[in-house]
Nanobody
Framework: VQLQASGGGLVQSGGSLRLSCTASGMPLDLYAIGWLRQAPGNEREGVSCISNTDTNTHYIDSVKGRFTISRDNAKNTVYLHMNNLKPEDTGVYYC????????????????WGQGTLVTVSS
């Protein structure tokens, strides 16, 4: 069972990126999925969550209106669309599974993927 985050890169402030979280060995539609990030010197923080049925989402205040989480269960993939990126969005982004949306929001995760680095230059 593996999760893999991809799609990171270097972008200028105001730019956009789309991160993907893919899974091997398990169907993602059984789980809520969270995106988290960790900036250098900072603790890991949850950014967004999506329920397993794609009907409910959650965002932290700092990304509301700029980030959109979505999922394509047929492709076993969850996305994080990031627009109007800011330097403070810089960090390693991870995806993780949770048993419920509430569990995701509260920070309870069962499987983690390797992260992808997002760097936003000013």
């Amino acid at each position: 069972v593996q999760l893999q985050a991809s799609g990171g890169g270097l972008v200028q402030s105001g730019g956009s990126l789309r991160l993907s979280c893919t899974a091997s060995g398990m169907p993602l539609d059984l789980y809520a999925i969270g995106w988290l990030r960790q900036a250098p010197g900072n603790e890991r923080e949850g950014v967004s969550c999506i329920s397993n049925t794609d009907t409910n989402t959650h965002y932290i205040d700092s990304v509301k209106g700029r980030f959109t989480i979505s999922r394509d269960n047929a492709k076993n993939t969850v996305y994080l669309h990031m627009n109007n990126l800011k330097p403070e969005d810089t960090g390693v982004y991870y995806c993780a599974t949770s048993h419920s949306l509430n569990g995701c929001v509260q920070g309870y995760f069962t499987t983690w993927g390797q992260g992808t680095l997002v760097t936003v230059s000013s």
